[in-house]
Nanobody, 119 residues
Framework: QVQLQESGPGLVKPSQTLSLTCTVS??????????SSWIRQSPEKGLEWIGY???????YYNPALKSRTSISRDTSKNQFTLQLSSAAPEDTAVYYC???????????WGQGTQVTVSS
């Protein structure tokens, strides 16, 4: 049974880095053709893809967020991490981690975690 769980602070101050970790069980994120992804959802923008790291360790980012985004992984812990720098109130959203077996269909989702950027 595949399970994904987001973790990290629910409140981030403006200009600081928004950091989240996704812990995965039931599947290895290094398996061939898997894309470990971050997505967010807000009333203003709806669902917005942030980026992914594939099973080879290559990263790809939404061009609108690329300059501020870093996705990394810890294969020994079967975890991957989102870092979004220079956070602003517009980054307030529910953040999800998800895994795609093929582009662009999300096979597995975490439950999501609310992150608010506010002073």
């Amino acid at each position: 049974q595949v399970q994904l769980q987001e973790s990290g602070p629910g409140l981030v101050k403006p200009s600081q880095t928004l950091s989240l970790t996704c812990t995965v069980s039931g599947i290895s994120i290094t398996s061939d053709t898997y894309y470990s992804s971050w997505i967010r959802q807000s009333p203003e923008k709806g669902l917005e893809w942030i980026g992914y790291i594939n099973s080879a360790g290559d990263t790809y980012y939404n061009p609108a967020l690329k300059s501020r985004t870093s996705i990394s992984r810890d294969t020994s812990k079967n975890q991957f991490t989102l870092q979004l720098s220079s956070a602003a109130p517009e980054d307030t959203a529910v953040y999800y981690c998800a895994i795609m077996r093929t582009l662009w269909f999300y096979d597995y989702w975490g439950q999501g975690t609310q992150v608010t950027v506010s002073s």
